[in-house]
Structure formats: structure tokens, C-alpha cells
């Protein structure tokens, strides 16, 4: 305990042992009281209440330290679960037109040749929808044109 300091007092609040002071003499006040800590042995009871030149933290602020901390799980478990749902969400939005395609190809397969894909947007899965209703239109062309 190199350099820190540790006050051990009566209930009272009256210091019975100081690792500054060999022969302390001093009353701690209503503040210092408030934030020792109580210690029992026996029918005796005594506080401490100093080290390292920083108020140990009682209890009370044991308990807000572990509320802060379920609390951050809390948030933390909220913001995985929102995380979650908004991953899922945006999948079945991406892979719906994939779907879409995916079920037009079958159909196209079978010899459906009317089968054609509802085109939204501009992005890569709008130009993959773009050139299958493309490649429908001219399999539906050279199949007429054959029957003639």
C-alpha cells in the first residue's frame, strides 16, 4: 500500500487508525461517513473510508456501477436485437426480386414463354430482370416465327 492511504474510524465517525498519521486525532465529517464503508466483526463496528487520495466507493455507488453495466447490456442487447430485425428486413427486400426471377426462370423452363419479371429500380438486379424479360421476348419471337 505504497503511497495510499487508509482510515479506519468508529461508528462514530471518531479515527482510530490512519496510514498517514501514527496518533490520529481527527473526526470524519457527515460527507466521509456517508461514503465509507461499514465493516463488522463481532458486536464491533468500524468504517473505512480512505485510499489512494480518492473516497473508496460505497455500496450505493456499487449498485450504480452495476446498474450502468446492466444497463449497457440492456442497450446492447436492444441494439443487436434492432440490428437483427433490420438485417433480416433488408435480405427479404434484397432476394425478393431474386425470387421473382428465380420462379420466372422455372416457368420459362416448363415452356412458359409469356413468363416476364416486374423491373424496379436501376440497379444490377433491375438490368438482370431487364435482359431475362429481354431473352423471354425473343424466345416468344422465335417460337412464332417457327410455328409459321
Not at 68 to 80: D, F
Not at 111 to 121: A, F, I, M, N
Not at 133 to 142: F, V
Amino acid at each position: 500500500m505504497m503511497g495510499q492511504r487508509l482510515r479506519l474510524a468508529d461508528e462514530q465517525g471518531k479515527v482510530l487508525v490512519d496510514t498517514f498519521d501514527p496518533e490520529p486525532a481527527s473526526l470524519l465529517d457527515a460527507e466521509q461517513m456517508e461514503r465509507a464503508i461499514p465493516l463488522r466483526m463481532g458486536r464491533m463496528s468500524l468504517v473505512i473510508c480512505y485510499q489512494k487520495g480518492e473516497w473508496i466507493q460505497s455500496r450505493r455507488s456499487d449498485r450504480s456501477a452495476h446498474r450502468l453495466s446492466r444497463a449497457g447490456l440492456i442497450a446492447a442487447l436492444v441494439a443487436v436485437g434492432i440490428s437483427l430485425v433490420l438485417a433480416l428486413f433488408l435480405s427479404y427486400r434484397l432476394l425478393l426480386p431474386v425470387h421473382a426471377l428465380t420462379q420466372a426462370a422455372g416457368r420459362l423452363a416448363q415452356g412458359d414463354l409469356s413468363q416476364r419479371v416486374q423491373v424496379k429500380g436501376n440497379d444490377e438486379l433491375a438490368q438482370l430482370g431487364d435482359a431475362f424479360n429481354h431473352m423471354a421476348a425473343s424466345l416468344q419471337k422465335s417460337e412464332e416465327n417457327r410455328r409459321l
